[in-house]
């Protein structure tokens, strides 16, 4: 049965979480970077990294909006579901794709059986999502979602991020 999962939000590290799955931003390259995604490839040591490159020979890249899984290794969840969020344009609309990533992460969770799954504020770092916007589009993506995700938490690196996804949170009453 699907329903809505509860959302909660907690301060913190993404690699430190015990969830079943945490969400990684990640590049459509998947075999690192900066922010949060290196601090997973990091923390999740060679069988991390063993699993991204396994996940490259067989999908090559990972386009913006989708997700895809791997194995965690040495973390406490057990998997990764890496999402490619889009580079914040002034330009151009891109709040589907961003809204896609949360999407798929959700039904990438559903198929590997994941019930609490923690993401970060895709985009909103080295992408430059403005917070308060990337906070708005995420809380509404993970609460319409239809999933058999239980918990989905948000683990917010800084007050700005926590501030804002707890306004996000209280508008949506
Ligand atoms: N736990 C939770 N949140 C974190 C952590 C952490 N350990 N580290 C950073 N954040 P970013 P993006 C927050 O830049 O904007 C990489 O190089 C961070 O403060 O990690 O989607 C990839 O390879 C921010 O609020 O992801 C891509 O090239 C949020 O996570 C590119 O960066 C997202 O910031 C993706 O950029």
């Known amino acids: 049965m699907t329903t809505q999962p509860e959302i909660i939000l907690v301060r913190g590290d993404i690699t430190t979480q015990d969830a079943d799955a945490v969400v990684n931003a990640a590049n459509s390259g998947l075999m690192g970077g900066g922010g949060v995604d290196g601090a997973i490839l990091r923390a999740g040591g060679p ?5 991204r490159k396994a996940l490259v020979e067989r999908i090559g890249s990972l386009p ?3 997700a895809a899984p791997t194995e965690a290794g040495d973390m406490p ?4 579901i890496h999402v490619v969020g889009p580079v914040w344009s002034e330009r151009e609309d891109r709040s589907s794709l961003l ?3 949360y999407r798929n992460a959700l039904a990438v969770a559903d ?3 994941a019930r609490t799954v923690a993401f970060p504020a895709v985009s909103a770092g080295i992408y430059g999502w403005p917070m308060v916007d990337a906070a708005r589009i995420a809380v509404e993506s993970a609460a319409s979602a239809r999933t058999k995700v239980e918990q989905v938490r948000f683990v917010l690196f800084g007050d700005d991020a926590y501030v804002a996804f707890e ?3 209280r ?3």
Do not use: Y
Request: hydrophobic share 40%; glycine share 12%; with cysteine.
């Open 77 to 80: 969840a057990r998997w990764v």
């Open 47 to 51: 069988r991390q990294r063993e699993a």
């Open 99 to 101: 809204a896609a990533c």
């Open 64 to 66: 913006t909006g989708e």
């Open 171 to 173: 508008s949506r009453g």
């Open 167 to 169: 306004s996000a949170l």
């Open 111 to 113: 198929e590997l059986g």
